[in-house]
């Protein structure tokens, strides 16, 4: 049996908020994009990271996202929403969210046909250095008989094999420019941190396979999309799905009119069989 998995990191809920005190408001354009992008897609599993408001009563918005995307089973937990066409028969959050913790991460149980899937999404904090964010992958390791973990990792894969020019352009470009006062001895370390990772490392350790690299033999970046800049000097791949245990079909970044403008990272796919 075959079925396929969409992570997708939807930027703050599909709404236009700057996390100050104002309120956020739905983006109606990029909420209809998405819509009609996993419509389109079709996924039988959909993990979303960044789906805020998924509560109601929280900062005067809800997002309904089985409503939205149409899916009979969801899992909800803070910021990590997993949506299926099969049973999800189990769940676990692990991890904390804010700036000052490792993220979040959801385990979940779905039964694809007769078999139980075991699942997890992550989002490691963007905030936090690596060692922190691979405090978050142990957690997940707690679950036993993991054989998807997919989401926005907020790392690197050394695999890709970003070079000494990449980085600089990188450190100037992205993490000078965003590095609040702009401190170039700071920026330098986060470059140094960035550009070591060891989450992706962990997991290959763990047995898992990085799907996209199985499949394609040609570099491709899940961020930015033309949403966030049309400078893709400084693309980078942090959105990943790896398997252990499952035969790879197919598996890629989807860009396409839809997927430029409903989020600032591109949605990443794997086609698998039991």
Known sequence: MKFKIIAYNILTGLCDWDFSNKLPVIDKKRLSLAKKLIKQENPDILCLTEAFFSSKNYKGVYMDYQEIFNYPYVDVRKSNVILSKFPIIYSKEFGKQGHNH??????CQVMVGKKNIPISLIHPNIWANESKRLELIKDLFDEKNNMIICGDFNSISKSDNYSKEFAENFRKKVIFRH???GDLKNSNTIMKDTFNPKVVKYIEKKGFVDTYKLKNNKFDFTVPTDFLSKDKSTGIRIDFIFVR?????????????LSEKASDHYPVYAVLEI
């Open 245 to 257: 245990w499952l035969k790879v079909l197919d598996a890629g970044i989807i860009k396409n009119s």
């Open 179 to 181: 590095n609040g006062k």
């Open 102 to 107: 490792k993220g979040l991460g959801l385990y």
